[in-house]
């Protein structure tokens, strides 16, 4: 359906569009296509199968050249949403976890509130072939599923892309936006999100917390299920990372609170008498 317009002021803002993997440089093309038809503008690439650029997705995303040319290439997916503070994960399959599933309508109201908020935000699609592993999923704030037929559920990238760009258009034209706390305090990004799930895998594994071995991937998945689901804000990482940090404090050979610093100093001092005494 023809329709491009050069004279009309191109829209192009919202949620990152984040593809894992892709194989065909055909349907980033038209990824881009669906994109542009509905305002959204940046595409980020995980690891895409056959390099990049690519003159195949040029050509078929049909002169969405802005996406195209503003396409960002990352080597893993959590460098890929480092800077976002919030993030929504595509799955037509059913996972269990603890993160919210919604609707791509509900979705999109919440992502365009966010966004008028001042946050950065963005939308996860998997491969082609097998979508996204549990891994990845875990990565995201909550869960986007389309209502589509039970017995016929499979969707190719592009069709998903479309139906969720759809409808964030659809919310810039809505009068009422879905109720959002304003950022009186700054969203943590995934970067500081991460740092202090790294921060706390560190302190239980010096505690043995991880038994056994076997399931520590598991015991994690379900970690970042449960932190990733609050949306913290910088301070309240900063708060929970000094709790972590206080934690390395103790031991069971020693009393509690004995480790922390201060303390530490006075038992030395208390046992071995100050340096002037000697």
């Known amino acids: ?153 499979s969707l190719n990238i592009a069709q998903a892309v479309l139906l969720m760009s759809y409808e964030w258009m659809k919310t810039g034209f809505e009068a009422e936006q879905t109720p959002f706390a304003g950022p009186e305090l700054m969203p943590a990004s995934k970067e500081h999100l991460n740092g202090m799930i790294g921060h706390l895998e560190a302190a239980l594994d010096a505690r043995g917390y991880f038994r056994p071995a076997a399931k520590k991937p598991k015991m994690l998945d379900n970690l970042r299920a449960v932190l990733t689901r609050p949306a913290f804000t910088q301070e309240e990482i900063k708060l929970l990372r000094g709790v972590i940090s206080s934690l390395d404090y103790f031991s069971p050979k020693t009393p509690r609170g004995a480790g922390y610093p201060e303390r530490k100093a006075k038992a030395d001092r208390d046992t071995h008498g100050d340096a002037d005494d000697t």
């Open 1 to 153: 359906m023809a329709g491009t317009d050069r004279e009309k002021q191109l829209i192009a803002e919202g949620p990152a569009i984040i593809l894992v993997e892709p194989q065909l440089g055909e349907n980033i093309g038209m990824v881009a296509r669906a994109m542009a038809n509905f305002g959204l503008s940046e595409l980020r690439l995980v690891n895409p199968r056959d390099g990049w650029p690519s003159e195949k997705a040029r050509a078929a995303a049909s002169k969405a050249d802005h996406v195209i040319d503003g396409v960002v290439v990352f080597d893993t997916l959590e460098d890929a949403v480092a800077d976002l503070n919030f993030l929504y994960a595509t799955t037509a399959r059913e996972r269990d976890g603890f993160k919210p599933v919604r609707g791509p309508e509900a979705a999109n109201r919440t992502l365009r509130a966010r966004h008028a908020a001042g946050e950065r935000t963005g939308i996860l699609f998997g491969r082609e072939r097998f979508g996204l592993s549990n891994e990845e999923v875990a990565l995201a704030d909550e869960i986007v599923t389309f209502p589509v037929n039970p017995a016929f559920a």
